[in-house]
């Protein structure tokens, strides 16, 4: 997710943007980077990395490309400054993580069945984000009206 997919996705939801910032996704973890020595990209049948031993790849140490320590920049989190706090979004493994932890807003945004809080859902498409950052949008209007 580009810095103007989100913008896009906020201007969308009518949620104003006062300031973004790019984060290292930090979803996976502090995981110590691969080293060139320990990757072995793209083999047949698999994508992404693999860690490798002096005796070959390793069984069982199969990391795919999320875990590698370059996806964190890849695939950025961002930080929103939105009028009423601050607001998290990016991409997990498969779902976009939205979380308003840092904002006085406690709503359930959705009756999905997602993982869901009163701080924050996981959105399975861009579309399903988009109403969840909608309601959210409704939700601070109303509070800060």
């Not at 601050?86 to 945004?109: A, N, Q």
């Not at 869901?116 to 984000?129: I, L, M, Q, R």
Request: aromatic share 10%.
């Amino acid at each position: 997710m580009t810095e103007e997919e989100v913008r896009a996705l906020f201007t969308l939801a009518r949620i104003r943007v006062e300031n973004i910032w790019r984060l290292p996704n930090g979803y996976m973890g502090n995981l110590a980077p691969l080293t060139d020595d320990e990757v072995t990209r793209d083999r047949p049948g698999q994508l992404g990395y693999v860690r490798t031993s002096d005796t070959g790849p390793t069984e069982g140490v199969v990391q795919s490309w999320m875990n590698d320590y370059r996806w964190r920049y890849a695939r950025p989190s961002w930080l929103v400054k939105t009028p009423c706090g601050l607001i998290e979004i990016g991409w997990r493994k498969r779902v976009i993580s939205i979380d308003w932890s840092d904002t006085p807003i406690r709503v359930i945004v959705t009756t999905d069945d997602t993982t869901k809080t009163d701080t924050s859902v996981h959105a399975w498409t861009e579309v399903a984000a988009m109403t969840y950052l909608e309601a959210l949008g409704r939700e601070m209007e109303r509070v800060f009206a």
